[in-house]
Protein backbone atom coordinates (compact mmCIF):
# COMPACT_ATOMS: atom_id res chain seq x y z
CA UNK A 1 0.00 0.00 0.00
CA UNK A 2 2.98 2.32 0.66
CA UNK A 3 3.91 2.16 -3.36
CA UNK A 4 -0.15 2.50 -4.14
CA UNK A 5 0.12 5.62 -1.90
CA UNK A 6 3.23 6.61 -3.84
CA UNK A 7 1.40 6.91 -7.33
CA UNK A 8 -1.65 8.36 -5.95
CA UNK A 9 -0.23 11.23 -3.72
CA UNK A 10 0.90 13.23 -6.60
CA UNK A 11 -2.30 12.86 -8.36
CA UNK A 12 -3.80 14.65 -5.54
CA UNK A 13 -1.01 16.76 -4.63
CA UNK A 14 -1.72 18.49 -8.65
CA UNK A 15 -5.37 18.60 -8.63
CA UNK A 16 -4.78 20.47 -4.72
CA UNK A 17 -1.93 22.67 -6.17
CA UNK A 18 -5.05 23.87 -9.33
CA UNK A 19 -8.12 23.96 -6.26
CA UNK A 20 -5.13 26.32 -4.21
CA UNK A 21 -4.49 28.32 -7.37
CA UNK A 22 -8.45 29.23 -8.20
CA UNK A 23 -9.27 29.67 -4.70
CA UNK A 24 -6.11 32.37 -4.06
CA UNK A 25 -7.11 34.06 -7.12
CA UNK A 26 -3.51 32.96 -9.16
CA UNK A 27 -5.82 31.35 -11.72
CA UNK A 28 -8.59 32.51 -12.90
CA UNK A 29 -11.95 31.14 -14.63
CA UNK A 30 -10.99 31.67 -18.25
CA UNK A 31 -7.32 30.05 -17.35
CA UNK A 32 -9.23 27.03 -16.33
CA UNK A 33 -11.37 26.82 -19.30
CA UNK A 34 -8.19 27.70 -21.76
CA UNK A 35 -6.17 24.76 -20.06
CA UNK A 36 -9.56 22.40 -20.69
CA UNK A 37 -9.17 23.45 -24.35
CA UNK A 38 -6.01 22.74 -25.07
CA UNK A 39 -5.84 19.21 -22.36
CA UNK A 40 -9.39 18.19 -25.05
CA UNK A 41 -8.37 19.16 -28.50
CA UNK A 42 -4.65 18.81 -28.53
CA UNK A 43 -2.64 17.18 -25.50
CA UNK A 44 -5.48 14.07 -24.82
CA UNK A 45 -5.44 13.51 -29.01
CA UNK A 46 -1.73 13.19 -28.78
CA UNK A 47 -1.73 10.38 -25.70
CA UNK A 48 -4.34 8.27 -27.92
CA UNK A 49 -2.81 9.09 -30.84
CA UNK A 50 0.99 7.75 -29.19
CA UNK A 51 -0.58 5.09 -27.27
CA UNK A 52 -2.63 3.06 -29.72
CA UNK A 53 0.31 3.83 -32.89
CA UNK A 54 3.01 2.76 -30.62
CA UNK A 55 1.40 -0.76 -29.68
CA UNK A 56 2.15 -3.63 -31.51
CA UNK A 57 -1.39 -5.42 -31.35
CA UNK A 58 -0.49 -8.67 -33.00
CA UNK A 59 2.22 -9.02 -30.13
CA UNK A 60 -0.13 -8.41 -27.27
CA UNK A 61 -3.07 -10.10 -28.61
CA UNK A 62 -5.32 -12.26 -26.10
CA UNK A 63 -8.28 -12.51 -27.71
CA UNK A 64 -9.72 -14.02 -24.54
CA UNK A 65 -8.69 -11.37 -22.43
CA UNK A 66 -10.01 -8.57 -25.14
CA UNK A 67 -13.62 -10.64 -25.35
CA UNK A 68 -13.60 -10.88 -21.22
CA UNK A 69 -12.39 -7.28 -20.38
CA UNK A 70 -13.99 -5.84 -23.26
CA UNK A 71 -17.57 -7.79 -22.05
CA UNK A 72 -17.20 -6.93 -18.26
CA UNK A 73 -16.57 -3.24 -19.28
CA UNK A 74 -19.55 -3.00 -21.30
CA UNK A 75 -21.68 -5.13 -19.06
CA UNK A 76 -20.53 -2.62 -16.27
CA UNK A 77 -21.13 0.26 -18.68
CA UNK A 78 -24.91 -0.81 -18.86
CA UNK A 79 -25.73 -0.90 -15.71
CA UNK A 80 -24.05 2.16 -14.92
CA UNK A 81 -26.41 4.03 -17.53
CA UNK A 82 -29.39 2.33 -16.72
CA UNK A 83 -29.19 3.25 -12.83
CA UNK A 84 -28.43 6.80 -14.14
CA UNK A 85 -30.68 7.07 -17.18
CA UNK A 86 -33.91 4.55 -15.97
CA UNK A 87 -33.24 4.28 -11.81
CA UNK A 88 -32.40 8.42 -11.32
CA UNK A 89 -34.02 9.94 -14.29
CA UNK A 90 -31.19 11.71 -16.09
CA UNK A 91 -30.96 12.82 -19.58
CA UNK A 92 -29.46 10.72 -22.21
CA UNK A 93 -26.60 13.04 -22.58
CA UNK A 94 -25.61 12.47 -18.37
CA UNK A 95 -26.34 8.99 -18.61
CA UNK A 96 -23.66 7.95 -21.03
CA UNK A 97 -21.24 10.18 -19.89
CA UNK A 98 -21.70 9.08 -16.31
CA UNK A 99 -21.58 5.63 -17.68
CA UNK A 100 -17.92 6.36 -19.40
CA UNK A 101 -16.84 7.54 -16.03
CA UNK A 102 -17.93 4.41 -14.21
CA UNK A 103 -16.42 2.47 -17.01
CA UNK A 104 -12.95 3.47 -17.67
CA UNK A 105 -9.86 2.99 -15.44
CA UNK A 106 -6.87 5.24 -14.54
CA UNK A 107 -4.45 2.29 -16.37
CA UNK A 108 -1.60 4.02 -17.39
CA UNK A 109 -0.86 6.36 -14.01
CA UNK A 110 -2.26 4.07 -11.85
CA UNK A 111 -3.36 0.57 -12.61
CA UNK A 112 0.07 -0.16 -14.66
CA UNK A 113 2.72 1.29 -12.12
CA UNK A 114 0.43 -0.68 -9.45
CA UNK A 115 0.30 -3.99 -11.11
CA UNK A 116 3.41 -3.84 -12.77
CA UNK A 117 5.15 -3.58 -8.92
CA UNK A 118 3.07 -5.93 -7.38
CA UNK A 119 2.41 -8.86 -10.52
CA UNK A 120 4.94 -8.29 -12.94
CA UNK A 121 5.06 -8.93 -16.48
CA UNK A 122 1.99 -9.58 -17.16
CA UNK A 123 1.26 -5.60 -15.98
CA UNK A 124 3.33 -5.30 -19.42
CA UNK A 125 0.92 -7.70 -21.61
CA UNK A 126 -2.33 -6.57 -20.40
CA UNK A 127 -1.94 -2.78 -20.67
CA UNK A 128 -2.19 -1.93 -24.31
CA UNK A 129 -5.27 -4.70 -24.56
CA UNK A 130 -6.86 -2.80 -21.81
CA UNK A 131 -5.77 0.76 -23.25
CA UNK A 132 -7.53 -0.58 -26.52
CA UNK A 133 -11.04 -1.56 -24.95
CA UNK A 134 -11.15 2.00 -23.34
CA UNK A 135 -9.96 3.97 -25.92
CA UNK A 136 -11.63 1.82 -29.43
CA UNK A 137 -14.68 0.81 -27.48
CA UNK A 138 -15.89 2.32 -24.13
CA UNK A 139 -14.78 5.91 -24.49
CA UNK A 140 -16.50 6.54 -27.82
CA UNK A 141 -19.43 4.95 -26.69
CA UNK A 142 -19.87 7.07 -24.09
CA UNK A 143 -19.47 10.07 -26.01
CA UNK A 144 -21.50 8.98 -29.16
CA UNK A 145 -24.41 8.57 -26.43
CA UNK A 146 -23.45 12.41 -24.80
CA UNK A 147 -23.66 13.53 -28.70
CA UNK A 148 -26.94 11.64 -29.38
CA UNK A 149 -28.65 13.38 -25.96
CA UNK A 150 -27.99 16.47 -27.70
CA UNK A 151 -31.19 15.99 -29.98
CA UNK A 152 -33.52 19.06 -30.53
CA UNK A 153 -36.85 16.85 -31.19
CA UNK A 154 -37.15 17.99 -34.60
CA UNK A 155 -35.40 15.39 -36.62
CA UNK A 156 -35.71 11.92 -37.78
CA UNK A 157 -33.96 8.91 -36.00
CA UNK A 158 -31.99 8.29 -38.97
CA UNK A 159 -30.99 12.06 -39.94
CA UNK A 160 -30.08 12.39 -35.78
CA UNK A 161 -27.91 9.37 -36.18
CA UNK A 162 -25.85 10.76 -39.31
CA UNK A 163 -25.84 14.27 -37.26
CA UNK A 164 -24.27 12.55 -34.15
CA UNK A 165 -21.74 10.53 -36.47
CA UNK A 166 -20.51 14.03 -38.16
CA UNK A 167 -20.22 15.69 -34.79
CA UNK A 168 -18.14 12.39 -33.60
CA UNK A 169 -16.01 12.54 -36.72
CA UNK A 170 -15.04 16.23 -36.10
CA UNK A 171 -13.63 15.78 -32.57
CA UNK A 172 -9.54 15.50 -32.58
CA UNK A 173 -10.36 12.98 -29.76
CA UNK A 174 -12.08 10.44 -32.14
CA UNK A 175 -9.65 11.36 -35.25
CA UNK A 176 -6.88 10.54 -33.14
CA UNK A 177 -8.31 7.23 -31.92
CA UNK A 178 -9.22 6.18 -35.44
CA UNK A 179 -5.72 7.33 -36.92
CA UNK A 180 -4.11 5.57 -33.91
CA UNK A 181 -5.78 1.97 -34.72
CA UNK A 182 -5.15 2.43 -38.41
CA UNK A 183 -1.36 2.93 -38.01
CA UNK A 184 -1.33 0.10 -35.14
CA UNK A 185 -2.92 -2.16 -37.17
CA UNK A 186 -0.85 -1.33 -40.39
CA UNK A 187 2.02 -1.79 -39.15
CA UNK A 188 3.07 1.70 -39.85
CA UNK A 189 5.92 4.05 -37.68
CA UNK A 190 5.65 7.69 -37.23
CA UNK A 191 9.02 9.64 -38.02
CA UNK A 192 10.98 10.06 -35.27
CA UNK A 193 10.11 13.99 -35.49
CA UNK A 194 6.35 13.48 -35.10
CA UNK A 195 6.96 11.18 -32.49
CA UNK A 196 8.69 13.48 -30.74
CA UNK A 197 6.30 16.45 -31.12
CA UNK A 198 3.26 14.10 -30.06
CA UNK A 199 5.18 12.63 -26.57
CA UNK A 200 5.80 16.39 -25.40
CA UNK A 201 2.17 17.32 -25.73
CA UNK A 202 1.17 14.21 -24.35
CA UNK A 203 3.19 14.56 -21.44
CA UNK A 204 1.19 17.68 -21.03
CA UNK A 205 -1.80 16.23 -20.79
CA UNK A 206 -2.21 13.90 -17.33
CA UNK A 207 -0.81 17.44 -15.04
CA UNK A 208 -2.61 19.93 -17.02
CA UNK A 209 -5.90 17.40 -16.71
CA UNK A 210 -5.34 17.35 -12.55
CA UNK A 211 -4.85 20.85 -12.51
CA UNK A 212 -8.02 21.56 -14.27
CA UNK A 213 -9.95 18.87 -11.79
CA UNK A 214 -8.84 20.56 -8.84
CA UNK A 215 -10.01 24.14 -10.60
CA UNK A 216 -13.03 22.75 -11.21
CA UNK A 217 -13.29 21.48 -7.30
CA UNK A 218 -12.47 24.46 -6.48
CA UNK A 219 -15.21 26.28 -8.42
CA UNK A 220 -18.29 23.84 -6.49
CA UNK A 221 -21.10 24.55 -3.99
CA UNK A 222 -23.03 22.25 -1.82
CA UNK A 223 -25.84 22.76 -4.49
CA UNK A 224 -23.61 21.36 -7.49
CA UNK A 225 -23.36 17.98 -5.60
CA UNK A 226 -25.37 15.50 -7.45
CA UNK A 227 -26.82 12.33 -6.28
CA UNK A 228 -25.55 11.12 -9.85
CA UNK A 229 -21.72 11.10 -8.43
CA UNK A 230 -22.29 8.31 -6.07
CA UNK A 231 -23.65 6.14 -8.92
CA UNK A 232 -20.53 6.73 -11.05
CA UNK A 233 -18.49 6.20 -8.14
CA UNK A 234 -19.99 3.38 -7.40
CA UNK A 235 -20.11 2.23 -10.74
CA UNK A 236 -16.03 2.73 -10.93
CA UNK A 237 -15.40 0.50 -7.82
CA UNK A 238 -18.09 -1.66 -7.22
CA UNK A 239 -19.77 -2.70 -10.26
CA UNK A 240 -16.95 -2.04 -13.32
CA UNK A 241 -14.64 -4.51 -10.82
CA UNK A 242 -17.25 -7.14 -10.33
CA UNK A 243 -18.35 -7.34 -13.97
CA UNK A 244 -14.77 -7.57 -15.61
CA UNK A 245 -13.34 -9.84 -12.65
CA UNK A 246 -16.48 -12.53 -13.00
CA UNK A 247 -15.74 -11.89 -16.60
CA UNK A 248 -12.22 -13.18 -16.83
CA UNK A 249 -12.89 -16.05 -14.70
CA UNK A 250 -15.77 -17.14 -17.20
CA UNK A 251 -14.25 -16.99 -20.46
CA UNK A 252 -11.70 -19.56 -21.15
CA UNK A 253 -8.26 -18.84 -22.91
CA UNK A 254 -7.21 -16.15 -20.54
CA UNK A 255 -4.18 -16.87 -19.06
CA UNK A 256 -3.73 -16.75 -14.53
CA UNK A 257 -1.50 -13.18 -15.24
CA UNK A 258 -3.59 -11.56 -17.39
CA UNK A 259 -6.38 -12.18 -14.80
CA UNK A 260 -4.69 -10.92 -12.21
CA UNK A 261 -3.70 -7.75 -14.20
CA UNK A 262 -7.01 -7.17 -15.73
CA UNK A 263 -9.06 -7.68 -11.81
CA UNK A 264 -6.19 -5.38 -10.66
CA UNK A 265 -6.91 -2.83 -13.96
CA UNK A 266 -10.69 -2.58 -13.01
CA UNK A 267 -10.26 -1.88 -9.49
CA UNK A 268 -8.71 1.74 -9.53
CA UNK A 269 -10.31 5.06 -10.26
CA UNK A 270 -11.38 6.55 -13.44
CA UNK A 271 -9.07 7.82 -16.29
CA UNK A 272 -7.16 11.07 -14.68
CA UNK A 273 -9.13 13.19 -17.92
CA UNK A 274 -12.72 12.47 -17.17
CA UNK A 275 -13.65 15.89 -16.36
CA UNK A 276 -12.42 16.82 -19.55
CA UNK A 277 -14.86 14.66 -21.73
CA UNK A 278 -17.95 16.30 -19.79
CA UNK A 279 -16.67 20.49 -20.56
CA UNK A 280 -18.58 20.19 -23.90
CA UNK A 281 -21.85 19.36 -21.91
CA UNK A 282 -21.88 21.38 -19.06
CA UNK A 283 -21.32 18.28 -16.39
CA UNK A 284 -17.37 18.85 -15.97
CA UNK A 285 -18.17 19.43 -12.22
CA UNK A 286 -19.47 16.34 -11.22
CA UNK A 287 -17.01 14.53 -13.20
CA UNK A 288 -14.63 16.70 -11.44
CA UNK A 289 -15.89 15.82 -7.86
CA UNK A 290 -16.29 12.01 -8.92
CA UNK A 291 -12.94 11.58 -10.55
CA UNK A 292 -11.27 12.82 -6.68
CA UNK A 293 -13.96 10.70 -4.50
CA UNK A 294 -12.80 7.91 -6.70
CA UNK A 295 -9.15 8.29 -6.71
CA UNK A 296 -9.95 8.75 -2.59
CA UNK A 297 -12.01 5.47 -2.06
CA UNK A 298 -9.47 3.61 -4.54
CA UNK A 299 -7.21 2.48 -2.02
CA UNK A 300 -9.68 -0.25 -0.59
CA UNK A 301 -10.58 -2.24 -3.77
CA UNK A 302 -7.08 -2.04 -4.52
CA UNK A 303 -6.03 -3.61 -1.82
CA UNK A 304 -8.82 -6.52 -1.72
CA UNK A 305 -7.59 -6.78 -5.63
CA UNK A 306 -4.05 -7.37 -4.30
CA UNK A 307 -4.74 -9.22 -1.97
CA UNK A 308 -6.32 -11.96 -4.69
CA UNK A 309 -4.17 -11.41 -7.20
CA UNK A 310 -0.91 -11.70 -5.69
CA UNK A 311 -1.56 -15.57 -4.34
CA UNK A 312 -3.10 -16.24 -7.90
CA UNK A 313 0.03 -15.18 -9.68
CA UNK A 314 2.03 -17.07 -7.32
CA UNK A 315 0.43 -20.03 -7.30
CA UNK A 316 0.23 -19.90 -11.47
CA UNK A 317 4.47 -19.51 -11.33
Known amino acids: MVNVLSVVLPIMLIIGLGLAAVRS????????????????????????LTTLAGQNMRESFNLGYLV???????????????????????????AGLGALGGTTSNTGFIGYPVAALALGAPALAGMPMTMLIENALIIPLGMALAELGRRDGTHSAMRLVWQTLAR?????????????????????????MAVTTLEMLAAASAPCALFV???????????????????????????????????LLLVPGVPTGLVAVGMLFSSVS??????????????????????????????????????????????DG
Not at 37 to 48: C, K, S, Y
Open 213 to 247: VGGTVARLNRSDISPEIFAIVAGKLLIHPVAVTAA
Open 68 to 94: AYGGGSLAAFAATFAILRFAMGRPLTR
Open 168 to 192: LARMPLILAIAAGLVLSLAGIQLPD
Open 25 to 48: GAAKDVHIEGLAAFVLNFALPAVM
Open 270 to 315: MITIYPLFCVRHGMEKDAATALVAATTLAFAGIAVMLGWAIPLVAG
